[in-house]
């Protein structure tokens, strides 16, 4: 018969193996979260209508600026099939106010970059980025010269073919504006309306 000794050996292996189990599951669904929206195959994530409605009715928006014939919201868009088929080549040609959710990665702060760029030009632009205070982008261009930083609380789940994608984003996201009237930026925090089922996910 096993001693007291032994079998609270025994417990404990029990409950460190359970916690290896668990930490190892938790890894894999951060691995399955971030695959989703680190995949180079993709690149077009669109946005969910709970985050681009309200803005939509705020700031009537004429172009958007990243898209294609798939996810535009706009019924003028730049990109491939667009009326300009390279945003970040040519100058924008109207006052806008201009839609732009941008390819994540690298992408992102040619897109930010462009903006900023453009207000200097009497255009207005709303992007939504990843709220990546940690890359060049951000400080050189959102917080010298943005307008307007609207913080999203929660995480966003973006479309993928329509279809909300499987896991939300593994990064926080935020509406940053570049208008003519220059930086810095005026922070704040915006919560959109909840998505049926909770595809704007609160906290994590």
């Not at 868009?77 to 990665?105: H, I, K, R, V």
């Not at 010298?144 to 930083?149: E, G, N, P, S, Y």
């Not at 973006?158 to 940053?176: K, N, Q, R, Y």
Request: proline content about 10%; some cysteine; aromatic content about 10%.
């Amino acid at each position: 018969m096993a001693t007291e000794t032994q079998i609270l050996d025994m417990l404990a292996r029990r409950d460190a193996l359970e916690l290896v189990e668990e930490l190892l599951k938790v890894r894999k669904d951060d691995r399955d979260r971030l695959a989703v929206h680190k995949s180079s195959a993709r690149h077009d994530w669109q946005t969910p209508p709970e985050v681009f409605r309200p803005l939509m009715l705020e700031r009537q928006y004429r172009v958007d600026a990243a898209a294609n014939e798939r996810n535009h919201l706009c019924d003028l868009y730049m990109g491939p099939g667009g009326f300009l088929e390279d945003a970040l080549a040519q100058p924008w040609p109207s006052a806008g106010p201009y839609w732009c959710n941008p390819p994540y990665g690298a992408m992102a702060g040619r897109f930010v970059a462009k903006a900023a760029r453009e207000a200097r030009r009497g255009r207005t632009t709303d992007l939504l980025v990843a709220a990546r205070t940690d890359v060049a982008w951000w400080h050189r261009w959102v917080m010298r010269h943005a307008t307007r930083v609207r913080l999203i609380e929660g995480r966003i789940t973006f479309l993928e073919g329509g279809e909300p994608a499987p896991h939300p984003a593994p990064f926080p996201s935020a509406v940053v504006t570049f208008s003519p009237f220059p930086g810095p930026p005026v922070f704040e925090t915006w919560t959109p309306p909840k998505r049926p089922r909770g595809r704007v996910v609160r906290g994590a």
